[in-house]
């Protein structure tokens, strides 16, 4: 078997690290060619010595001295590429194999695509980017005979429970047989928490997430299960099923990853621990399946497994995904953007984490009284990506100044 170069979007967060953790365990099958990050200049400099890559890109000129700082004198420094076009450049490098797009958020996007339309194996933790860019992306995919494999848990465990005619590469049409798609989901944080408390909560609670160790913003997500909308979509993307044929089931033990429900009553599940090394190594071996470092579930041990309809009051995120995927790609643009300007507000303290939903949803209104044209590129998903956070950022701060003088009245 000959040796794959791997490019590592975003190595120094969690999806990052846990790549770098199943990569390491196959030295004769893959090898690092790059790595990325954005603050955490130390972490990638301990990444680099630890995998020997090739290169790394990091943003700036001073992170690139910080980068080179934190390196040191010993062994042989990496090249240091800088800057968003270098992202790109990179994912679309003759060395690069196999890209792993694990950057959060839309920030993601031009190197994810770039990796598609150079016809590289892309694995896909990034679905802000298939969010945004759905058709674009999976356009890119068929054009380019890239390969698409999903790392987000619930459209992995979809992947594997599917036959495998439908795996090839980004359907345009359903699998036949399959009646829907059903996506488990945690329930956050504050699934049993009293609902006339929310308004309270903090960023520390929202991040402590019952079942999974992840990065903020999508522990914020999971919280308010934007994040399971943005699931929706994606699935509607990977798997080209209509909207109204996506369910979601509030699973509080995160073992059933999802599952498909086909025309005959079979439902199939993919079930494991909550580790996303096993969706990682899936993706990395497949057709193959290879070590990943996970045990094996202990049936006896979990006891039972849960199940519990949405409560939509708790989680009105969820049906704001649905209606933009209903309105439409720049009504996805729009949600998206939107929850990435309130998320980061709330993180800093700055919204009360009610408003993000509120932000989202006036998002949406103005973005449907916007004239409407076709989305057909990536300028022009960034355009309105731009569009909607500069008008979310201004109904954060009306929320921030109206929650001043209410304090202050
Ligand atoms: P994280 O915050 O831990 O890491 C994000 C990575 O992106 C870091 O390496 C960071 O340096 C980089 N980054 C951030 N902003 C950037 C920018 N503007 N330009 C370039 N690089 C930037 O996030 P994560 O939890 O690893 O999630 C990564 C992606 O994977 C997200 O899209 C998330 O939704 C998805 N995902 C994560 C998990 C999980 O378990 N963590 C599960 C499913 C899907
Ligand atoms: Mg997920």
């Known amino acids: 078997m000959t040796q794959q170069n791997i490019t590592i979007l975003g190595s120094t967060g969690s999806i990052g690290q846990s790549t770098i953790d199943v990569v390491m365990r196959h030295p004769g099958r893959f090898r690092v060619h790059a790595l990325s990050g954005n603050l955490r200049m130390a972490k990638l400099a301990e990444q680099a010595h630890y995998t020997q890559a090739d290169c790394v890109i990091v943003p700036t000129d001073d992170a690139a001295k910080a980068f080179r700082d934190a390196f040191g004198l010993q062994g042989k ?16 490098d003759r060395e690069t194999d196999v890209v792993m797009a694990a950057i959060v958020g839309v920030a993601g996007l031009p190197a994810a695509l770039a990796a598609a339309q150079a016809g590289k194996r892309v694995m896909l933790a990034n679905k802000e980017a298939l969010v945004a860019a759905g058709s674009i992306f999976m356009e890119a995919v068929r ?4 390969e698409l494999l999903p790392i987000d848990s619930e459209h992995n465990a979809i992947f594997q429970c599917l036959p495998n005619v439908s795996k090839a590469l980004a359907c345009q049409t359903p699998e036949a047989s399959v009646d829907r798609l059903i996506l488990t989901a ?36 999971s919280a ?9 979509i994606e699935a509607h993307w990977l798997f080209a099923m209509p909207s109204d044929r996506i369910d979601v089931v509030i699973h509080p033990q995160s073992v059933i990853h999802s599952l498909v429900q086909y025309h005959d009553g079979s ?30 579930l202990d049936l006896v041990a979990l006891g039972k497994l849960e199940f519990d309809a949405v409560e939509v009051d708790r989680y009105p995120c969820l049906e704001l995904a649905y209606q933009a995927l209903r309105q439409g ?11 990435e300007v309130a998320v980061a507000a709330f993180l800093a303290h700055e919204l ?13 209104d103005w973005e449907c009284s916007q004239s409407q044209s076709r989305v057909s590129d990536l300028a022009d998903v960034l355009q309105r990506d731009d569009a909607a956070r500069t008008f979310a950022a201004a109904a954060c701060q009306t929320s921030r100044d109206y929650h001043r003088a209410s304090v202050n009245s």
């Open 77 to 92: 420094i990496p090249e240091i590429r800088v800057g968003q076009d270098a992202l790109v450049q990179t994912a679309a």
């Open 143 to 146: 054009a380019n005979k890239a």
């Open 186 to 221: 945690s329930g956050g944080p504050f699934r049993d928490y009293p609902l006339d408390g929310l308004d309270a909560v903090t960023p520390e609670q929202a991040c402590a997430h019952p079942t999974w160790a992840m990065g903020e913003k999508i522990s914020v997500d």
């Open 224 to 232: 308010t299960m934007l994040n399971k909308g943005l699931e929706v």
């Open 267 to 296: 439902v199939l599940a993919q079930l494991g621990n909550p580790d996303m090394r096993t969706p990682i190594a899936y993706a990395l071996g497949f057709p193959e399946r290879i070590q990943a470092g996970v045990a094996g």
């Open 329 to 339: 790609q720049s009504s996805c643009i729009a949600l998206n953007a939107a929850n």
């Open 352 to 364: 009360p984490y009610l408003k993000i939903a509120q932000v989202i949803e006036q998002t949406l």
